[in-house]
């Protein structure tokens, strides 16, 4: 059986791994147990949640000289740079383009009013950054049981933004009780639908410049979709993401799986890895689970981005013990249950149990609680990776994708020169 | 009729699963039924959600889980685990042991009854009767069966009698050898579809194996689907009964169909509850052709003398591909196979 | 008295709305009496709606509390009369485990018989063949009438029952302080948390219903009533593995019986003495001892998902201080006549008892209280229905789930886990909810495996539509969540509610639920920055004033 690069997981790390794998020519296999973070998160490229006036760069140079085991302080600034741009230019080429800078984070409302800094985002959003002036109108629908204008606006009135909300009204459809994020990107991929909600926007949208809508502009063409809009309404339009499942998200993993497929890549969803084999200090089998019997693949390289905690890759039981669901690598994890979490759910240092994850060198590779490397051929990505609680640092896209690509490339080098010793 | 499935210990415990479900909703968001109609409220909804609310001594709930088609794009997509199509087909399975089977289905369920009914030297004769409007309206009215939905043909021949006609002209079998396989060809092949049939056999004696055409049954997934658990488990049996003796000569049985093998390998132990050692020998046993040929290659037993094809085929995956351990056909043979890379 | 800006006059002052007030505010009005009733939070915000569910059939107490066994049997069957829509017929079995005396058995079954509960032995066959996830190796089964109620939506029946007969209930009124004249009682000081304003009731009669808090109430008037209060915590498991209540066969002991009500099967309890009804909190090791007890019923349940874990206090009661633990106090109820034992009249504390002889023991009270006022109208709350239910039919678990259906709502659900139709919030906020707990307690919203999750938000969102000018407050801390005229009631009202929320998820996440809460934090953290938005609320608690004695653990409460 032919040795192969496989990627377990299928989320932004372990696609943007697969990605440099199948650029690489390496022609990966992406295993994962099912979709996952794409479709949880809203879609924007977070490096680092910085607020105010300080450069993101800055932001970045400083916790990287600071932690030295972060796994941003592992990439280095250049590396962070060259993963990010790849991202882009992937979803450049996919007519999905995202905008932003490492200079300053822009800052986009949320469903909730809140204002969120993000680095990158789709183009599809970037209207609703608030250092922008002007009035807001923000506008949703009441079947949708998962965005409110009125809450959005009113907290954002409060933080001082000139805003209006507005719920509109649904144009006939076969769809009459169940509407879901899904539903209404169907509808918003059909361009009568488009004309009919843009003639009530233009209707109520007054002195509002940029209108803010629920982020289901569709899945088949949303910057067309949004185009469409601002045509109709004269204003710029925004998206807002909102409860999952996220469109946005579907959006990339549809990108991502194009990209990697049309490259010579394959993700094969539905197959969870649960066991692996290998000698002092190569990985070289994994098995993944399938019906009667597993599926044993052979292993040149591995990445192993299993999501940590949200992805399933950290599994956790009742006596406080924590590992490793795929490839049974120590984790680095708070002892005892005891320490795991924080008296308030909104506590500002996070839960020390969510920043559990590998411990690695500065190539991605996973060490053991001496410090040994354990295999030469693997590498960790994303939030599988300890050293850092992505979610309270606002980083989870950014250091997915980063650190995924990163790893991806370095794999892809080893695979390399594993072919040609090998042969 | 009431089928009472045997005691799941946890780990084999389908309804343990729906504990792993975080909500995400990623289900509903693949799931191409709820995509359609407002009358399915979505995997999420009807599986793991439902389930919590349904007692088994008490009447069931809801009907609305009755529009699961089954396909299983749920389980594949579920991030942790949720055997959200297990769930709906034992919930299924109550309806129907409390309001009995409505007549599309229990003719349905039927592939082998109805395809030895229409197929053969009258096939002709049967499919030009269903595609008459009249006749459609009627079975529309009759059974429900919607007049525009496509039907498939019934071949003018069955796979068994070709196979069978082929062995009485070469006197034996075409080839000899000591690595034997079953192929199980499942109703769509033998009635509908009789060619898929000849090219395994063509492509497994090309490798050498001896092809045994072992009496078989309906692998029983149309019964399970439709909640017909009783019969469902007696087409099993049936199969243990003609599969397992051959298993324990050492003889794998490979399908292909891939709904039939995953059948055979894990839908009808898990939703019967069946976990004997007959009924895992013949799953462990069991192969989708991909799968087989896969390990064959694996073992540098397969031959790769491929012609290439200058035309590109559309493909259509499986979703019962997802569990079998091929992957589906692509992410199979894309690194070794010319035609599909 | 400062602030007194208001009297009101009344007959009868009930404390306390938990079941045992709101069955006494009840059996009161239906005498015709005059009556009005205090709650220092939401109704059953106290021991009431933090119990386990179980329905006694009485078999618990056989061997050790025959009185309380009998009583236990006798408004069992009275309960199901008159409440059926809160009560499902589970039935409960006493399981001899390999761990369990054999000999037990036995004298379990003869002690029922003489405590008149009604018991019958079942083969281990039939036991396991209606419950096939209960442990093989039992080797003695006997079957009781043990049931689960709803002690909220029953205490909102009973509440609106009461109103209805011309009772007033009002809840978050705190009483301050207790009025004395000479040798009797004559008032009550109560603080109405959500205006601040001060009232004084004036009542002939005062009842003490207030349980676990009973003591602190009778402190009030400078009389003793030593009641122990006994933590017992428990935990919510995901879903229903079995559905019949399962006792282990054994005398009465700490995490023995597995109850299935709703959607969950709760397993409890332990029983530890607190000296304050309001301070105390969750130990890891009263939360490990429960789960792998858990797997002597139940083979694997360590492995099942948990999905919530809280700790009750029970009104336990003794004459005298003792020294005997809390387990062998009697579970049966006490009335104190404060006029016979303390000389002071106006004033009648009732403790002691359990959820399933609430109406028993209002009866008794209010007995004494209506001869006293001179009312000779007896009591008939064994007969008279409570409102609200379908003809005599009582609850099933599939019954919200068949509602959804047969209303097509399911597209309406704000609280998906839980099937809480935007219907139903509408009508708790309306109903005058203060915050999304109370919502929690009349409608399940957020009970379910997510925890909020999703519906969180949801509910927040339509608050602000429903009542846009209604400021969520939170009777803990005798204040209000949001600031006067502060614009961000759904802010608040999602940090409380997610806070109360993780409050029971802190000490059994792990598995599963550990992987929904990284979803959760996902969701309100990551996609909609609740931590970025102005708190506009009070200064939370300092982090490490926490009542336990594993200071990184949350604990239930928090010092108020």
Avoid at chain 1, 271 to 282: E, K, Q
Avoid at chain 3, 135 to 160: Q, T
């Amino acid at each position: 059986m032919t040795e192969r690069a496989i990627v377990v997981g299928a989320g932004l790390a372990g696609l943007m791994g697969a990605l440099a794998l199948t650029e690489a020519g390496c022609r990966p296999l992406v295993l994962a147990k099912g979709l996952g973070i794409t479709h949880w998160v809203g879609g924007t490229l977070d490096v680092l949640g910085t607020t105010g006036n300080q450069s993101l760069r800055v932001a970045l140079d400083d916790l990287i000289a600071n932690n030295p085991d972060h796994p941003y302080a592992k990439l280095g600034i250049s590396e962070i740079e060259a993963g990010i741009a790849r991202f882009r230019a992937v979803m450049q080429q996919a007519h999905y383009p995202y905008a932003g800078s490492l200079e300053r984070n822009m800052i986009l409302p949320t469903a909730l009013g809140a204002l969120r800094p993000t680095a990158y985002a789709p183009i599809t959003m970037v209207a609703g950054d608030m250092r922008q002036g002007g009035e807001l109108l923000i506008a949703g629908f009441h079947e949708l049981r998962d965005f409110y204008p009125p809450l959005a606006a009113a907290n954002l009135r409060e933080q001082g933004v000139a805003v209006r909300n507005v719920y509109l009204e649904l144009p006939p459809s076969a769809k009459r009780l169940d509407y879901s994020t899904r539903t209404f990107a169907f509808f918003f991929d059909d361009p009568d639908f488009r004309q009919a909600i843009g003639r009530q926007l233009r209707e109520v949208r007054g002195k509002a410049t940029r209108i803010g809508l629920p982020a289901v502009l569709g899945l088949r063409d949303p910057v067309e979709a949004v185009a469409d809009l601002q045509r109709l309404t004269g204003a710029q339009i925004f998206e807002i993401p909102t409860l999952p499942p996220s469109i946005p998200g579907m959006r990339l993993m549809n990108i991502f799986r194009r990209t990697i497929e049309a490259a010579g890549g394959r993700v094969q969803i539905g197959s969870t890895v649960h066991r692996a084999g290998g000698n002092a200090d190569r990985l070289t089998h994994l098995y993944s689970e399938a019906a009667a019997h597993d599926q044993e693949h052979r292993v040149a390289v591995a990445l192993l981005a299993t999501g940590g905690i949200a992805g399933g890759g950290i599994g956790t039981d009742y006596t406080g013990r924590v590992w490793d669901s795929a490839l049974d690598l120590p984790l680095h994890a708070p002892a005892g249950r005891e320490g795991w979490f924080a008296s308030r759910f909104l506590h500002r240092e996070g839960h020390p149990i969510f920043a559990a994850g590998v411990a690695t060198d500065d190539q991605l590779r996973p060490l053991d609680s001496a410090g040994n490397l354990v295999y030469e051929n693997v590498a960790v990505a994303g939030m599988a990776l300890a050293g850092s609680d992505p979610v309270q640092e606002r980083s989870v896209t950014g250091l997915t994708v980063t650190t995924g690509w990163h790893a991806g490339n370095l794999l892809a080098r080893a695979m390399q020169a594993h072919l040609e010793t090998s042969n | 009729m009431t089928y009472i499935i045997p005691t799941d210990h946890i780990e084999l415990s389908l309804e343990q699963s729906l504990d792993h479900c975080i909500k995400c909703n990623i289900c509903t968001s693949a799931c191409p039924v709820s995509a359609v109609t407002d009358k399915f409220p979505g995997p999420k909804y009807v599986g793991p959600q439902a389930q919590r609310f349904r007692q088994p001594r008490q009447p069931t709930p809801d009907e609305s889980v009755d529009y699961c088609s089954g396909c299983r794009v749920c389980n594949q997509v579920c991030p942790t685990g949720v055997r959200i199509a297990e769930l709906n087909g034992r919930a299924r399975a109550k309806i129907v042991q409390q309001k009995g089977l409505p007549l599309r289905n229990r003719i349905l369920g039927h592939a082998d009854i109805l395809g030895m009914l229409g197929s053969g030297p009258l096939a002709p004769l049967a499919n030009t009767m269903l595609s008459l409007a009249p006749v459609r309206y009627l079975t529309e009215q009759v059974m429900g069966i919607a007049r525009h939905a496509p039907l498939p043909a019934f071949s003018t021949y069955t796979f068994r009698s070709w196979f069978k006609r082929r062995a009485r002209k070469q006197g034996r079998p075409s080839i000899l050898s000591n690595r034997k396989v079953v192929y199980f060809h499942g109703c769509a092949t033998n009635y509908y579809e009789p060619w898929v049939g000849k090219a395994a056999v063509e492509v497994l004696e090309h490798n050498g194996f001896e092809v045994i055409l072992a009496e078989q049954n309906c692998c029983g997934l149309p019964l399970l689907s439709n909640g017909a658990f009783s019969q469902a488990h007696n087409y099993h049996q049936g199969n243990l009964r003609k599969l397992v003796p051959y298993v324990k000569q050492g003889i794998p049985v490979v399908g292909t169909s891939t709904s039939c093998t995953l059948t055979l390998k894990e839908e009808a132990p898990e939703l019967l509850g069946l976990h004997d050692a007959d009924v895992n020998l013949l799953a462990e046993h069991t192969y989708d052709i991909f799968e087989f040929l896969r390990i064959e290659h694996a073992h540098g037993r397969l031959r790769t003398d491929f012609k290439p094809l200058d035309r590109t085929l559309p493909y259509h995956a499986p979703v019962s591909c997802g569990r079998t351990a091929s992957g589906d056909l692509r992410s199979m043979c894309w690194n070794w196979c010319p035609v599909c890379t | 008295m400062q602030n007194t800006t208001r009297q009101i006059q009344t007959d009868v002052l009930v404390i306390g709305g938990g079941a045992t007030g709101l069955g006494t505010v009840r059996d009161l009005a239906m005498r015709g009496i005059r009556t009005v009733l205090v709650e220092k939070g939401d109704l059953t915000h106290g021991t009431t709606g933090r119990y386990h569910g179980l329905l006694h059939s009485g078999g618990r107490y056989v061997v050790k509390d025959p009185q309380s066994a009998t009583e236990c049997a006798e408004e069992n069957a009275i309960l199901r009369r008159i409440m059926p829509q809160y009560i499902e017929d589970t039935s409960g079995f006493f399981v001899i485990t390999p761990w369990d005396d054999p000999d037990y058995g036995d004298r379990f079954l003869k002690a029922c018989h003489d405590t008149r509960v009604p018991v019958q032995e079942i083969s281990v066959e039939e036991a396991l063949r209606r419950e096939p996830v209960l442990n093989p190796k039992i080797s003695r089964v006997f079957e009781v009438p043990d049931g689960s109620a709803d002690s909220f939506m029953s205490a909102y029946g009973i509440a609106r029952s009461a109103t209805q007969y011309g009772a007033s209930i009002l809840n978050y009124h705190f009483v301050t302080d207790l009025v004395r004249e000479g040798d009797r009682i004559v008032a009550a000081i109560v603080e109405d948390l959500r205006t601040g304003e001060h009232k004084r009731i004036e009542a002939t009669y005062i009842l003490n219903t207030a349980g676990a808090w009973a003591g602190k109430i009778a402190q009030l008037a400078d009389l003793r009533v030593n009641v122990m209060p006994g933590k017992g915590t428990m935990i919510a498991m995901n879903h229903r593995m079995v559905n019949t209540v399962i006792n282990r066969c054994k005398l009465p002991a700490d995490g023995d019986i597995l109850v299935p009500i709703h959607t969950v099967s709760v397993i409890g309890t332990t029983d530890i003495h607190v000296l304050d009804p309001d301070v105390y909190g969750i130990e890891p090791d009263e939360v490990t001892f429960l789960m792998e007890e858990g797997e002597k019923m139940i083979p694997g349940f360590t492995r099942y998902r948990a999905l919530r874990a809280w700790a009750g206090v029970r009104p336990l009661y003794r004459e005298e201080s003792s020294a005997v633990s809390d387990r062998d106090v009697s579970r049966a109820y006490k009335l104190l006549d404060h006029r016979k034992r303390d000389g002071v009249d106006g004033f009648i504390s009732i403790v002691g008892g359990k959820w399933t002889t609430y109406r028993l023991m209002a009866e008794e009270i209010v007995d004494i209280v209506a001869a006293r006022l001179g009312v000779s109208t007896p009591c008939r709350t064994a007969q008279e229905v409570i409102p609200g239910g379908e003809e005599s039919k009582l609850y099933w678990l599939g019954h919200n789930l068949a509602h959804v259906e047969a209303d097509d709502s399911y597209g309406d659900l704000l609280c998906e886990c839980e099937l809480v139709t935007r219907k139903q919030v509408v009508q708790a906020i309306r109903g005058g909810a203060a915050n999304l707990d109370d919502v929690r307690r009349e409608t399940r919203l957020g009970m379910g495996p997510c925890q909020g999750g999703f519906c969180t938000y949801r509910a927040a969102a339509l608050w602000g539509e429903v009542k846009p000018d209604a400021v969520p407050t939170n009777a803990k801390n005798n204040g209000k969540l949001a600031q006067d005229g502060a614009g961000m009631p759904g802010t608040a009202l999602v940090r409380h509610f997610l806070q109360e929320r993780w409050k029971g998820l802190t000490s059994i996440m792990w598995g599963d639920q550990l992987r929904q809460a990284r979803l959760d934090q996902l969701i309100y953290v990551d996609t909609l920055g609740i931590d970025l938005l102005p708190e506009h609320i009070r200064p939370p608690q300092p982090e490490n004033e926490l009542v336990t004695g594993h200071p990184a653990i949350a604990t239930e409460y928090h010092h108020d």
